[in-house]
């Protein structure tokens, strides 16, 4: 039945890497499934038979869906299916994308559509990497026009060396994270976090990789070879030569003009008379034809911009090729707010705001991943306003979840640990103006609001993007590129670090890869750029993170208790941890491994309650003084419970510094009082005095002298006969009551046994 089921295998990293066709998906253009070690990824590609009319730019659509079946899981939602793809999943479609794109023809306009489905994951073998290495085998033994294969692979540094492919327990330890995707020749994407590794490291981490991934590009060459099919043609869609000579001839002046000011709105209004004035003349020449005239006049601009930094070294704001836009940065702006941090680069501005919150506030995942939580979350906005359109907000988008992951890569490193500083934590950029690297200011302005909330970051992060022109042979990079030369450049190269080394990277390309050193000079120039960042600007606006919290932020302590303690502290039912929140108007939470988080706008209240679990958790001494409340009153004195499940007694006499009559002359029940414990009897019965504590405490000086030997109340039983035994020489039955020694002994083994105190 599948006569053309093949099977190619190779090793990948020291674990079996087996491609599967001809089985599955038989009306898509390519399909594959991939089994990486016990991973395995279904790959389908797919191109429309027609162009789409009406558009200026490929329609390419890639989809990687994480299944839960794939990790033995139910989806936890109402429906119990997968719904919108998670972050990770959007990350990973993006991370697939980019390498991918620049290798199809850029004049055709038929969708394609890549779809990666994850039907198993072993978490040792990257079923993102397994996806990648599909959608090449797919996209090269389909008859879809495609200029690839790539290969992609991680890479990690463990102990010093470079690992490739790295397994979970590997990954825990890893200095790095890359993700590197290479063609035959060049460096086609890398995606990085590292946890402030040096340029140098992170150079040869990205080298290792491109050169692991020729392996694996001539083992897909290999499958082309043996079973892929002719590819197919297509109807180009762009203006002809003639129309674009045209074009340029008539109105390269006036666009030179136009482009040279480094204010975008001022750039914008003089482009349109010029864009009027172009399809006012051409319209009798090229009837019908102004899709093809606005093409011309794009290419136009991009061939004017392209020639001034190549031939002449010349930006369109003027300034140097190293040189960075105006900077500026200021904190605190929000009074409410936990944090905030407004960062301006040019007529690039976003503001970042911080908030703080407890433990339980972290986001719980629910992906194919190991990772089940997350501490640190970082959102980017991106507004229409920022760019001077009018649209409506429909929730963020691939873009937008792109640089909130990127932003949230870059500051990660320097986020304090639980034990240190233990608060979740959400950032949130808005994007307030937009000319290019936004998602780098978004990096500076989340490192302003972290340290206007007080939260004491390792060293501060600046990100800065770097920019690329060629032609032929010909190169040349620049830094701090704006909107214009990302548009019409080669490369957005973004690097996020502290002065110390790399936290991220994230390289996208228009053309088909660098050469090696062009890597190297990007990260040289970024690496001095954002060291300027630092100094200059962001230490300048805030030289330290803040010693005190806002006062709206959420006070945290934490402290770690037996595991066999946890039942104790929770109660039965929660009883008991919903008691102390309830006193101490906090938030606590007690994790599997003892760690109990309690948080609460009031930091003595966080004291109190943390004191409390202490009590519980640790035997009173004597000595020891607590703030308990009166619970029970009796004649003799009154019990005080210091922790939910722990009272004592406060005999009368030490009920004040002065001689107490009644016990009512000193507390009432519900009152909150300082007690001092004096002794813990064979039995674990509390003696504690009030007395001892106003006297240490509040320095109390006192007005009569007592007995400093602990007391427990006796019992007033009246007169006694003299042929009757004192109570404490009377045998006590197993009970815990005092046998009746004047009564007759039963007969009976049980009333021998049990007999009642009168």
Not at 566 to 588: D, F, S, Y
Not at 656 to 678: F, I, S, W
């Amino acid at each position: 039945m599948f006569e053309n089921f093949r099977t190619f295998e190779t090793d990948f990293a020291g674990r079996p890497l087996v491609i599967e066709t001809g089985k599955m998906a038989g009306l898509a253009n390519g399909a594959c499934l991939v089994r990486y070690g016990e991973t395995v990824v279904h790959v389908a590609v797919t191109a429309s038979a027609k162009p789409r009319e009406g558009i200026d730019f490929f329609p390419l659509s890639v989809d990687f869906e994480e299944k839960l079946y794939s990790v033995g899981k139910i989806p936890g939602s109402f429906l119990k299916r997968e719904g919108r793809p998670t972050d990770k999943a959007i990350l990973a479609s993006r991370m697939i994308d980019r390498p991918i794109r620049p290798l199809f023809p850029k004049d055709m306009r038929n969708d394609v559509s890549v779809v990666c489905t994850v039907m198993s994951v072993d978490h040792d073998c990257s079923p993102e990497i397994a996806g990648m290495v599909g959608v090449s085998v797919a996209l090269s033994i389909s008859d879809i026009p495609w200029h690839g294969p790539i290969s992609g692979v991680s890479v990690g540094l463990v102990d010093g060396a470079y690992v490739i492919n790295p397994t979970s327990a590997q990954r825990a330890v890893s200095r790095m994270a890359v993700t590197v995707a290479s063609t035959d020749e060049r460096i086609a994407m890398i995606e990085a976090g590292a946890d402030i590794v040096s340029d140098e490291e992170m150079y040869e981490g990205i080298m290792a990789g491109h050169e692991a991934n020729q392996k694996i590009i001539s083992f897909i060459k290999g499958i082309q070879a043996q079973i892929g099919k002719p590819k197919f043609t297509y109807p180009a869609v762009h203006a002809s030569d003639e129309m674009q000579d045209a074009v340029r001839a008539y109105a390269l002046e006036d666009i030179q003009a136009a482009l040279d000011t480094d204010d975008k709105n001022v750039r914008d209004e003089r482009l349109k008379p010029v864009y009027e004035k172009v399809h006012e003349h051409f319209a009798e020449l090229y009837p019908g034809q102004e899709a093809e005239i606005d093409e011309c006049l794009y290419k136009t601009q991009k061939y004017v911009v392209r020639r001034w930094l190549l031939d002449y070294q010349k930006r369109v704001d003027g300034r140097g090729m190293d040189e960075m836009r105006p900077l500026a940065a200021e904190v605190g702006l929000l009074p409410r707010a936990h944090g905030s941090g407004l960062f301006t680069r040019g007529q690039t501005q976003v503001l970042t705001i911080a908030t703080l919150g407890p433990v339980s506030d972290q986001q719980m995942l629910d992906g194919i991943d190991e990772e089940e939580f997350k501490r640190y979350m970082h959102q980017y906005n991106f507004p229409s306003y920022s760019v001077g359109e009018t649209k409506p907000s429909r929730g963020p988008g691939r873009r937008e979840i792109g640089h909130g992951a990127l932003a949230e890569r870059a500051q990660q490193p320097v986020i304090p640990n639980l034990e240190e500083f233990p608060y979740a934590y959400r950032l949130v950029s808005e994007v307030l103006s937009s000319n290019g690297s936004t998602s780098q200011a978004s990096v500076c302005g989340s490192t302003l609001a972290l340290m206007d909330a007080g939260v004491p970051i390792k060293a501060p992060v600046a990100g800065i993007s770097c920019g690329l022109i060629t032609e032929g042979a010909r190169w040349m990079t620049m830094v701090d590129i704006q909107g214009l030369e990302d548009f019409f450049g080669d490369m957005d190269f973004k690097v996020a670090g502290t002065k110390e080394g790399i936290t991220a990277i994230q390289m996208d390309l228009k053309i088909s890869g660098l050469l090696p050193e062009m890597v190297k000079e990007a990260l040289e120039k970024t690496h001095k750029a954002r060291n300027h960042i630092i100094d200059e600007v962001l230490l300048k606006a805030i030289p330290a993170p803040r010693k005190e919290l806002s006062p709206y932020a959420p006070k945290m302590m934490s402290t770690v208790i037996p595991v066999e303690k946890i039942r104790e502290v929770i109660g039965t039912g929660g009883k008991v941890i919903q008691k102390i929140c309830a006193e101490c108007g906090v938030k606590m939470d007690v994790e599997e491994d003892g760690h109990v988080f309690i948080s609460g706008l009031d930091a003595e209240n966080c004291r109190r309650a943390l004191s409390i679990v202490d009590t519980i958790v640790n035997d009173p001494e004597p000595g020891a003084i607590y703030k308990g409340k009166v619970t029970r009153l009796m004649d003799f004195g009154a019990f005080v419970e210091i922790a939910p499940g722990k009272e004592g007694l406060v005999h009368i006499s030490r009920l004040d510094v002065k001689r107490t009559e009644k016990v009512t002359d000193a507390v009432n029940v519900g009152d909150e009082v300082m007690v001092k414990v004096l002794e813990i009897d064979d039995k674990g019965r509390l003696n504690l005095s009030r007395r001892d504590a106003l006297i240490e405490v509040e320095g109390l000086v006192p007005e009569n002298e007592i007995s400093d030997a602990p007391r427990r109340p006796r019992r007033d039983h009246g007169p006694r006969r003299d042929d009757r035994p004192r109570r404490e020489d009377r045998p006590r039955a197993s009970n815990g009551f005092y046998a009746n020694t004047n009564k007759p002994r039963s007969h009976s083994q049980e009333g021998g046994e049990n007999g009642g105190e009168e």
